[in-house]
């Protein structure tokens, strides 16, 4: 475990997070229907949190796949060759009151290895979907807020392989 907080590799008004591709055995990505979000269309989206303070980025991963899904059963694939960044729009920054500009994420691609019973949106304290589906690779760029598509793509292009 290391010993400090993980820092943004694009400076501290990025928040060092992680981002999950978890993929079922058909090649088909889960994604969770954020709730409360005021754009259905757009507010599908992988798995992704915070790395806390002692955690890899590894280990955030598997922590938050567990709190967002419930899932514990799958086998890490790989992950992203590099860190990738999104600017949060201007409604979300006054949100977070002006501590970041953005997120700056190390991905993780993990197979699903249980069932789909296993998948439990409400065991968690914060429940952060509302509803939760497998969608095609290929189309989920088109199903997250505008400001994540960029990421969304390079982990598509990235992981693709592993569908």
């Not at 991963?61 to 567990?66: F, K, N």
């Not at 952060?128 to 088109?142: C, G, K, P, Q, V």
Request: charged share 25%.
């Amino acid at each position: 475990m290391q010993s400090g907080p993980v820092s943004s590799p694009f400076g501290p008004e990025y928040r060092p997070c992680v981002g999950i591709m978890l993929l079922n055995d058909r090649g088909q990505v889960f994604l969770g229907q954020r709730a409360g979000a005021e754009n259905r269309a757009c507010s599908w989206q992988m798995p992704q949190g915070g790395i806390d303070s002692g955690e890899t980025p590894l280990q955030a991963a598997w922590r938050e796949l567990a709190e967002e899904t419930s899932v514990t059963n799958a086998a890490l694939l790989g992950q992203s060759a590099q860190w990738l960044k999104y600017d949060l729009p201007e409604q979300a920054l006054r949100s977070w009151r002006g501590r970041y500009k953005g997120q700056a994420q190390k991905w993780f691609a993990f197979r699903f290895l249980g069932e789909d019973s296993d998948i439990d949106l409400t065991a968690h304290t914060e429940i952060e979907f509302s509803d939760w589906r497998w969608e095609a690779l290929d189309n989920i760029t088109d199903l997250v807020v505008p400001f994540k598509r960029d990421v969304y793509a390079t982990v598509v292009a990235e992981f693709r392989a592993f569908a």
